[in-house]
């Protein structure tokens, strides 16, 4: 299988050079042009993808070779992009920013896989010629990469662009402007969660002023076409009736992988999402409860009336995945501006703290008793603000070897049927048909 759809990876020079809302806008400006646009985001982020999905109206996924493999990225994004007009990646951080200070995981590394040419983001704030010194820096870096085209971003006057357009390493296509007012919020995690801004949206009007989307465009059919390795996948399952797996989907619980979903539910799975903060008893089978900022929504956690009948299901078998977020919803209680309390299945208190105490790749197996046998491997991503202090001797359901977890590589606090685990992990088939089975195991009693 060949895929020649027209892609393009917009990077940047660093993180904070205005990236996210170059390619945010960019989206919203071909969205706006009647065009059907793929976003993807590379690296294991999850709040630019839900900027993407917004303004693009398809799922915006992530292409992380280290958690899914080179070939596992040009699946993805060959099934994501039927029906598409054209491709947009995001990179993550600066454009040959790998894991471990590599070239591994890069924007670059993205880029050569897909065989997609780069438009580069550089911020202009303060600098105009000696910007093309670093221009020329990123041309000539890594010859394998393919730099097509400059976004110029924060340009201060006319003036300013004028002195920066007299020398041209690499082609402009676009002079963005410096606006005061158009900065999305952050917090510990990164940007606010779409739900809460509109305003990479809104900013698709000042790329349609600023930008040659014709020429962007161009640049984006240059992209040259590849095959598709095949996946190991055996299909959809046949399962009937399909048990359900019920995904915590709110304001509190919104950090998900959608391959994640999507090989949940090839495996055999019925998905249901429910809000633990507003629903009071969703039928299901299994549950999983991705990450997210239940700090944010404790006081309407420790109310819900979900609490009581979800602890009445542990305690009944049903099987129970709960990933950071997740993790912390599952002990007693989370401590921040003071002491709420929680759904009190697995032994431990989450305490918030103000720096972060894990950010990296995870690696890894399932260990000792659990749904998952030692013959699963874990391979995901892990950035918190929060520690768990678990009680006397917590059983874990993890051991790592590469990342933090709870404590000292080892993660997944397990209590009953239930696993909370501070790695935010990319799914496996093998982790999808244990889990799929184990629902349909609690499903029959």
Not at 109 to 130: G, Q, T
Not at 191 to 198: D, F, I, P, T
Not at 349 to 372: C, D, E, I, N, P
Request: glycine residues 10%.
């Amino acid at each position: 299988m060949q895929t020649d759809v027209p892609r393009i990876v917009i990077a940047g020079t660093h993180s904070g050079c205005g990236k996210t809302t170059i390619a945010s806008g960019l989206m919203a400006a071909l969205v706006a042009r009647g065009l059907e646009v793929q976003p993807f985001k590379s690296g294991p982020d999850f709040i630019d993808p839900s900027h993407h999905t917004l303004i693009c109206g398809r799922t915006s996924r992530n292409l992380d070779p280290c958690m899914m493999g080179e070939a596992g990225v040009l699946r993805t994004f060959a099934d994501a992009t039927e029906g598409a007009d054209v491709a947009i990646v995001e990179g993550a951080m600066g454009m040959f920013d790998g894991t471990g200070g590599t070239d591994v995981a890069s924007a670059a590394h993205v880029a050569r896989i897909l065989k997609a040419p780069v438009i580069l983001v550089v911020d202009a704030h303060a600098v105009s010629r000696s910007i093309h010194a670093v221009i020329r820096g990123f041309k000539e870096f890594d010859p394998r990469v393919q730099l097509a085209g400059i976004i110029y971003n924060r340009i201060g006057s006319d003036r300013h662009r004028a002195m920066i357009a007299q020398e041209e390493v690499v082609p402009a296509l676009g002079w963005v402007p410096r606006l005061e007012d158009g900065e999305v919020k952050s917090r510990h995690l990164g940007l606010v969660m779409a739900h809460e801004s509109h305003l990479m949206k809104d900013f698709g009007r000042v790329l349609q002023e600023s930008c040659d989307l014709e020429q962007i465009l161009a640049v984006a059919a240059t992209a040259r076409s590849f095959t598709v390795p095949k996946g190991t996948a055996s299909g959809t399952s046949s399962l009937h009736p399909r048990p359900v797996i019920g995904v915590a989907h709110d304001n509190a619980f919104c950090f998900y992988y959608q391959d994640n979903i999507d090989r949940l539910s090839r495996a055999g799975a019925e998905i249901r999402y429910f809000s633990p903060l507003d629903d009071a008893q969703p039928e299901m089978d299994a549950v999983y409860i991705g990450g997210g900022y239940p700090e944010l929504h404790a006081s309407g956690l420790e109310r819900s009336k979900f609490r009581k009948y979800f602890q009445n299901k542990v305690m009944e078998g049903m099987p129970v995945y709960g990933e950071c977020g997740g993790l912390m919803y599952l002990c007693k209680s989370i401590e921040t501006d003071r002491t709420y309390a929680m759904l009190d299945v697995l032994p431990a208190r989450t305490v918030m703290t103000k720096k972060h105490q894990a950010l990296g790749y995870v690696q890894g197996r399932f260990a000792g008793k659990s749904l998952w046998p030692g013959t699963v491997a874990v391979r995901g991503h892990e950035f918190h603000y929060s520690r768990v202090e678990c009680e006397n001797e917590g059983r874990f359901a993890m051991r790592l070897d590469k990342g933090t977890g709870i404590v000292k590589g080892n993660d997944g606090l397990t209590e009953h049927s239930t696993i909370g685990a501070y790695t935010h992990a990319y799914f496996t088939d093998a982790f999808c048909r244990h889990f799929v089975a184990a629902a349909k195991a609690f499903s029959r009693r």
